[in-house]
């Protein structure tokens, strides 16, 4: 079982940035991989980044790319996301999840992912 904790989401104006964090617990953090995904009002969820078990290998939404960082601390059981330059379509509610299948590349689909975060509440206003 591992749980999932985010924090650090809150209202910023475009333009400027956020960093969310998400503390596990449960399992050995270095274990896993992990991901951000978003969830807009009357939208799907879609993948944000997500990031492998060492932290060597990222990948990014192209929508994201180029402005949001994921990483991690396996010391602090916590991955972040660095989310600059923020746009008003970067508003949704924003969850970390948990892959525990210790695949060589981190999965950008929810359904590859083992356990989820209650999510924290992102709102870019313009």
């Known amino acids: 079982q591992v749980q999932l904790v985010e924090s650090g989401g809150g209202l910023v104006q475009a333009g400027g940035s956020l960093r969310l964090s998400c503390s596990a617990s449960?399992?050995?953090?270095?274990?896993?991989?992990m991901g951000w995904f978003r969830q807009a009002p009357g939208k799907e969820r879609e993948f944000v980044a997500a990031?492998?078990?060492?932290?060597?290998?990222?990948r990014y939404a192209d929508s994201v790319k180029g402005r949001f960082t994921i990483s991690r601390d396996n010391a602090k059981n916590t991955v972040y996301v660095q989310m600059n330059s923020l746009k008003p379509e970067d508003t949704a509610v924003y969850y970390c999840?948990?892959?525990?299948?210790?695949?060589?590349?981190?999965?950008?689909?929810?359904?590859?992912?083992?356990?989820w975060g209650q999510g924290t509440q992102v709102t870019v206003s313009s």
């Open positions: 449960g399992r050995t953090f270095s274990s896993y991989a």
């Open positions: 990031i492998s078990r060492s932290g060597s290998i990222t």
């Open positions: 999840a948990a892959d525990l299948k210790k695949q060589v590349f981190p999965p950008v689909t929810a359904e590859e992912y083992d356990y």
